[in-house]
């Protein structure tokens, strides 16, 4: 069955440095495109991230683009998220997600059925 | 960015009411619109995908429909796991952007 499990998140300064990772298992992980959404405290969701099946292509938030880097390792079966810059705005549970369309590498690719458990990244002083 | 706009924001009903809730686009999406739900300190769940389409073990009390920029969620007759907020996720264009959620309770 398909599992995505993230780790890193923690507490950090503003202007700090943090990177997430998200272990994939139970499904060909070089197939799928994946997503970052967060979710601040007591707020909606938002999309951070997306990157192509192959790493070719990386689709960013406006309001991380420039600080956050989306990369994965397919012979890891691991997703990550680079996060730097870091904002008090930024402390979100996030998750990684996986989309559902294999191979997907057009614009509509989005988040599908499959989302990790989440990891809280907390920015403060 | 395409914005997405749900009403009502929350409401309130009883087990067993048939509920509707609706989002619309700022532009047109055809039928690039998915719908969440999330309890709370729990992972959001998709239920439906590509408008009206079920996502695989999701209770058929749960439909959608709509295209272009209007699109509804509803429950045929609300069960008490149902009580949670919802979320419509277009992905026509990116950035893929959520309505801003409608919180469901029970009145």
Redesign the interface.
Known sequence: QVQLVESGGGVVQPGGSLRLSCAASGFTFSSYGMHWVRQAPGKGLEWVAFIRYDGSNKYYADSVKGRFTISRDNSKNTLYLQMNSLRAEDTAVYYCAKDPTLYCSSTSCSPGGYWGQGTLVTVSS | ?IQMTQSPSAMSASVGDRVTITCRASQGISN?L?W?Q?KPGK????LI?ASSSL??GVPSRFSGSGSGTEFTLTISSLQPEDFATY?C?Q???????????TKLEIK
């Not at chain 2, 992972?43 to 998709?46: A, G, N, Q, S, Y």
């Not at chain 2, 992905?91 to 959620?101: A, D, K, R, V």
């Open positions: 960015d690039y998915a969440f999330q992972v959001p769940k998709r995908y996502q695989s979320y996720l992905h026509n264009s990116y950035p893929p952007t959520f309505g801003q959620g």
